[in-house]
T-cell receptor
């Protein structure tokens, strides 16, 4: 049973560039969330995708956007990169909320380490 | 405003003894809580969860206690093993939302 897989594992970008990170959810999961974890901090919620739509968004600017595909995989795009965007980007998958399944556990991938120079 | 707080950045425990990691929250609407363990260069690994309708949940060596009146939860690891050395995060979710709010983590070191 494949867990959550993310790519690439590490990447270095220059300020102002754009980056795309990819995620395949755990087998059987249909919901994907993205989190940003800065050094010494806990993960912070970016947004969640379900049925190919953004269902909820955290306090991140519009430079952060995403997409979910029909096979439930997802991409996170960040435009106009800033030095402060350097962080570990975590994808988490789960079964759908809001259908009597309150409190679904989310399962994380290994993350993508982004360094902006 | 940090809604989920882990006030102890680090904790050292002797192998075989009990490890107690604490987490406080401010939002009374939180109704589901999770604990994760994270090793360096890896993603967080789910450990145990608890719903607000319970005050205790146990899974092997791991037990989570929830005190709703105090807005406090704790993770007990008994007995502690060197392989438990990692950073532990607590996370909380509010009914009607889809996001988890994480604490800043506690680094546990189990000494052999």
């Amino acid at each position: 049973d494949a867990g959550v897989t993310q790519s690439p594992t590490h990447l270095i970008k220059t300020r102002g560039q754009q980056v795309t990170l990819r995620c395949s959810p755990k087998s059987g999961h249909d919901t994907v969330s993205w989190y940003q974890q800065a050094l010494g901090q806990g993960p912070q919620f970016i947004f969640q995708y379900y049925e190919e739509e953004e269902r909820q968004r955290g306090n991140f600017p519009d430079r952060f956007s995403g997409h979910q595909f029909p096979n439930y995989s997802s991409e996170l795009n960040v435009n106009a990169l800033l030095l402060g965007d350097s962080a570990l980007y975590l994808c988490a998958s789960s079964l759908v909320f809001g259908q009597g399944a309150r409190g679904n556990t989310i399962y994380f991938g290994e993350g993508s380490w982004l360094t902006v120079v | 405003d940090q809604q989920v707080k882990q006030n102890s950045p680090s904790l050292s425990v002797q192998e075989g003894r009990i490890s107690i990691l604490n987490c406080d929250y401010t939002n009374s609407m939180f109704d589901y809580f999770l604990w994760y363990k994270k090793y360096p260069a890896e993603g967080p690994t789910f450990l145990i969860s608890i719903s607000s309708i319970k005050d205790k949940n146990e899974d092997g060596r791991f037990t989570v206690f929830l005190n709703k009146s105090a807005k406090h939860l704790s993770l007990h690891i008994v007995p502690s093993q060197p392989g438990d050395s990692a950073v532990y995060f607590c996370a909380a979710s509010e009914a009607g939302t889809y996001k988890y709010i994480f604490g800043t983590g506690t680094r546990l070191k189990v000494l052999a």
